[in-house]
């Protein structure tokens, strides 16, 4: 079975946010206050998620990546995991994570089948970590990218968002990374994600952080693989690791988006940056299978050829990525 949406693409990837909660406050994704925290009961149950996964996969979603807020301080999470990775026909099973819980956790997340860990660093430079994260700790988050590999999984992909003025300055000593310690680095723009209506001013684009990569380093572009999403890949020579750059503002991948989100309150969306969004709470209490496939199929269909965040008259919106999971 496959999930092609009205404009020709096929969609065979969910990203499945299990939380909104996190035990970071990174500037860029959440506000510094006025966090209204999602009661409970709002929250879909693991035995929800999974039914909402298990859907998607029958339909044609080949990988799943769970994220949230953070993925890894739900209670649970690991046994939900393994749940995940045994559904027939899912593939690719990965999380996205800020890091701070893995030392404890590596081996857990490994033997409950999840297959690759990205981890989010912005910074190398303690002190600017703590700013972006508002009190994250970087030697816990190196230490975690330790022991996830000790526990037996790759290198984690390396997720750093750029900000003009906060980290920027360190793009080739987070590049490096790929050589250091064969990390995929992937540079990420800057998306206007919190409240905040200067939020251009931290946008650089991905041709600028090339150029800043090619200061130090050569880099040849890579070929596209299947399943990688948006990522512009390149590799330094010799490096075990690649450059993924993601233009999510300045550039157009949209065409070749083959994504759909789920936020843990059931909120399923075509586009990170629309406001349309299917509520799947109708169709999963009571349960109502044939429904729940129905709206997803109908998500899919609907799913807009792009989005709008480049293009003049964008208003912007208020919403929190850790609510949709990035
Ligand atoms: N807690 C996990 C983590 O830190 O990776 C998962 C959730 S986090 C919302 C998922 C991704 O969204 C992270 O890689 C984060 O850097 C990215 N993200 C959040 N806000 C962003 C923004 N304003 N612009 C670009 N990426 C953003």
Redesign the pocket.
């Known amino acids: 079975m496959r999930l092609i949406d009205s404009h020709g693409r096929t969609i065979n990837y969910l990203r499945l ?1 299990v939380t909104d909660r ?3 406050r ?1 500037f ?3 506000p510094k206050e006025g966090i209204v925290k999602t009661v409970h009961k709002a929250i879909l149950s693991y035995e929800e998620l999974l039914l909402v996964a298990q859907t998607a996969v029958e339909l044609g979603i080949e990988k799943i990546r769970v ?6 301080v739900r209670a649970g999470i690991v046994g939900f995991l393994e749940r995940l990775s045994e559904i027939p026909g899912l593939r690719h099973l990965v999380l ?4 701070m819980l893995l030392t404890e956790m590596a081996s857990d997340l490994y033997r409950a089948g999840v297959q690759r860990l ?3 660093l ?1 910074s190398l430079e303690p002190e600017t970590f703590a700013e972006i994260t508002r009190g994250g700790d970087l030697k816990r988050v190196l230490a975690g990218l330790d022991a996830a590999e000790k526990a037996g999984f790759p290198p984690p992909k390396i ?3 750029v900000m003009r003025g906060v980290n920027d300055d360190e793009i080739p000593a987070l590049a490096e990374l790929s050589m250091t310690r064969g990390n995929t680095v992937r540079f ?7 409240r905040d209506h200067r ?1 251009q001013r ?1 946008c650089l684009p991905g041709s600028e952080i090339l150029e800043r990569i090619r200061a130090h380093h050569t880099l040849e572009p890579l070929d596209r693989v299947a399943l990688a999403g948006p990522s512009r890949d390149y590799r330094i020579p010799g490096a075990r690791g690649n450059i993924g750059i ?1 233009t ?1 503002v300045s550039g157009h991948f949209c065409s070749d988006c083959n994504r759909i989100r789920v936020t843990s309150t059931g909120k399923a969306m075509g586009c990170l940056f629309s406001d349309e969004r299917t509520d799947l709470i109708p169709s999963l209490r009571p349960l109502d299978r044939v429904r729940l496939a129905r709206d997803l199929k109908e998500l899919v269909s609907g799913k807009p050829e792009r989005h709008g965040i480049s293009q003049e008259g964008y208003s912007h919106q208020n919403f ?3 609510h ?3």
Request: net charge negative.
């Open positions: 946010a996190c035990n970071m990174c860029y994704c959440m994220t949230g807020g953070e993925p890894l996205t994570t800020n890091g990205n981890v989010s912005d997720n750093v968002v990420i723009e800057y998306m206007p994600a919190v939020w931290y993601i999510a929190t990525m850790s949709i999971g990035g």
